[in-house]
């Protein structure tokens, strides 16, 4: 039987036979000649559809399991990890660069995140999400890091869940400027990092079993 292959960010569907691919745009930002790209090779391998993802991506799906490499080799766009025990996404909002209600810059926090952390190995998959104001568009709250933005800074939270055992995430931080969200993110990541324990155990769970408190001692928060 076919199964998943990680190091080509392909993930098998539902028939068993066919497999969806999505090139990496952080953010949902893709330059209109990479999206055209990605329809003429949609098109081209007679991929059966496309779907704009949750995580910000389109993926090209149906496509065959001989045609991975050649897709991905036309493309000229990094791969989108889809799949895997790593950092899944980072999403972010349109903050203070195009939306009227932004209240802190998610766009660069959101890039500044994706280039060190997309597709970083971890022992359970990993989310982070960037919000630029309190509506909170990418739902920060239910991901591994949600950073929200506010007038005096970001509110950061861990722990944030929305598989099968929801969970809202726990507040680190409140008005923090983007040098110790960072800071606090990075000592999060490496904290998880060391958890080998916590094999494919999201980080929500990790909390649960040893507590809030020797959590935030676990960071030097």
Partial sequence: MKEDIPEKGAALQRDHSTFAIAPHSPGG???????????????KYKASAMKITSAQRIAIIGVQEEDIDVMWKELEMAVGHIIGVCVRM???????????????????????????????????????GVAGCK????????????????????????????????RIGDVIAKGIDD???????????????????????????VIEKIGF?????????
């Fill in 213 to 221: 408190d020797e959590f935030k001692r676990a960071i030097g928060v």
């Fill in 29 to 43: 930002l893709i330059s209109v000649n990479d999206f055209k790209k990605v329809v003429d090779v949609a098109e």
């Fill in 179 to 205: 040098e110790t969200a960072m800071d606090i993110t990075q000592r999060i990541v490496a904290f998880f990092e060391t958890c080998d324990w916590a094999k494919k155990m999201r980080l929500a769970r």
């Fill in 90 to 128: 980072v999403k972010f909002c349109p903050g203070t660069t195009w939306c009227r209600h932004g209240k802190q810059d998610a766009v660069g926090m959101g890039m500044k995140l994706d280039r060190l952390y997309h597709g970083y190995c971890l022992p359970a998959k990993f989310k982070i």
């Fill in 135 to 166: 509506h909170a568009c990418t739902a920060p709250a239910v991901k591994e890091i949600g950073l929200c933005g506010r007038s005096d800074g970001w509110t950061l939270m861990a722990g944030g869940n929305c598989g099968a055992r929801p």
